[in-house]
């Protein structure tokens, strides 16, 4: 995974609650066994007519050339529905390293921060005034303050990460590399 420390970035405001996972990336689109390659079958449905890559939704707003950026903005409940680890590997595969939203279902709040896809939760006060924001305004986000900012306004929150993810993400590990990290303090405990 690449680390993630500090990002700025405009973002591509989704105003739409309860996003299910199969929303995010529909089930028959799971046939794979890498994570490559999602990103472009993210939110498929909402994004062309007729599953027609050539004829795209206009009034979808990952269509719109005016918004761009490493961060999602949805609105509340995203992630929710069944447990597909796909949908993490969709948003990441399509470019964005930060999801905020002000309610997360937990599975997938989990299979975000297990594949390098920070899950950032705001206050639903908090949230509108990001939506309020223009295409070109930015928002920075700090994880190791674990806060957010709307940088036009600077207005700013906190966000909670358990201690464990937020090392792994400062540093760029999955599981696997966390308790390599560990190998010395590992290798001293077992001598003892």
């Known amino acids: 995974m690449q680390s993630l420390q500090n990002i700025t970035s405009k973002f591509i405001p989704l105003r739409i ?7 995010i990336i529909p089930a028959r ?5 890498t994570k490559d390659g999602f990103g472009k079958n993210l ?22 050339a005016q918004y761009s950026g490493a961060i999602l903005v949805a609105a509340k409940n995203f992630g929710c529905g069944s447990s597909r680890e796909h949908a993490a590997w969709s948003i990441l595969d399509y470019g964005f390293k930060v999801v ?12 975000a921060l297990n594949n390098g896809v920070l899950p950032v939760t705001v206050s639903d006060a908090f949230l509108q ?4 924001q223009g295409p070109n305004d930015t928002l920075s986000i700090d994880l190791a303050a674990q806060t957010i900012t ?10 909670e990460i358990s ?14 590399d966390y308790l390599l990290s560990m190998r010395d303090e590992i290798a001293a405990f077992e001598a003892k």
């Open 100 to 111: 905020v939203s002000s309610f997360f279902a937990d599975i997938f709040k989990n299979n």
């Open 129 to 132: 005034q990001i939506f309020a």
């Open 163 to 176: 201690a464990y993810k937020k090392t792994c993400l400062l540093n760029g590990y999955d599981d696997i």
């Open 43 to 64: 939110f498929r449905d909402w994004r062309y007519e007729n599953d027609d890559e050539t004829k795209p939704k206009a009034d979808f707003v990952l269509n719109q």
């Open 17 to 23: 609650e309860n996003v299910d996972t199969d929303q």
């Open 150 to 159: 709307i940088d036009a306004t600077g207005a700013f929150e906190t966000f």
């Open 29 to 33: 689109f799971l046939k794979a066994t």
